[in-house]
């Protein structure tokens, strides 16, 4: 018959072995949801057939005179959108939930009256900026890039760090509506917008000085048009800097 110390001491080694096969299992059980969240991950970031934008007449559609101009992105987002298009961007401006119905009786008084003064805004739902000034589209892909390897699953090594990257498009003429910054900025309804090139804007540490001009740029230039008190706050907390 077993004395009490024996029994204690069998039970210790049973809770260790136990405890070491847990720990075995659990690291086993991790490894497993790393790989299968990785595969299904590149599954989903496969590459398809080439965007196209509607053609057809009107309003809508890549006919008619375009321009070229570039959309700053992160590389995750400029993947999917030479395969599927750019997302709307302005359904969280202000004025675009909100207006929106406000919009629609604005353009049909105005079709009523004849009133030909009445422009849709920029902000209107289902459109996405593009400029003029390649500085500034680059300073917004670092901009939605670092707010991207931000997020929890990039900072743990679950998800791929994301680059920023500058985007060319093919915009039509007559759908440019003039946004933030006059002669700079516009938005434009996404399916009318044709992604092209796509173009790496360097590494992070390496030129952080030309991050940070660029972030102070936008600021100086938003700032010289905002008269508003608290819309120029948010200015300075979105752009940073000093002032």
Do not use: C
Not at 35 to 51: C, D, E, H, T, V
Not at 68 to 79: E, P, Q, V
Not at 192 to 212: F, H, I, T
């Amino acid at each position: 018959m077993k004395t009490y110390k024996e029994f204690v001491t069998e039970a210790r080694e049973l809770d260790e072995g136990l405890g070491t096969a847990t720990k075995i299992a659990l690291k086993g059980i991790t490894k497993l949801a790393k790989k299968s969240f990785a595969k299904g991950l590149s599954k989903s970031m496969r590459s398809g057939p080439k965007f196209q934008s509607m053609t057809q007449k009107g309003v809508r559609g890549l006919t008619g005179k375009t321009r070229t101009l570039y959309h700053g992105t992160s590389s995750d987002i400029a993947k999917r959108a030479q395969v599927k298009g750019l997302s709307s961007r302005t359904g969280t401006e202000v004025g675009s939930r909100g207006m929106q119905k406000t919009i629609d009786d604005w353009e049909k008084y105005a079709r009523k009256t004849g009133d030909k003064t009445f422009k849709r805004p920029y902000y209107e739902r289902g459109r996405a900026f593009v400029t003029t000034d390649k500085f500034d589209a680059e300073t917004y892909a670092r901009k939605t890039a670092d707010l991207k390897n931000k997020g929890l699953l990039r900072r743990i090594g679950l998800r791929k760090k994301v680059e920023p990257v500058i985007m060319k498009v093919s915009v039509p003429k007559k759908d440019m509506r003039v946004a933030k910054m006059a002669g700079k900025e516009y938005t434009v309804a996404t399916q009318n917008v044709q992604p092209k090139s796509v173009e790496k804007v360097g590494g992070k540490l390496k030129d952080e000085a030309r991050k940070q001009a660029g972030y102070e740029k936008l600021r100086t230039d938003r700032l010289s048009k905002e008269k508003n008190k608290y819309a120029r706050e948010a200015i300075k907390k979105s752009f940073r800097g000093k002032g």
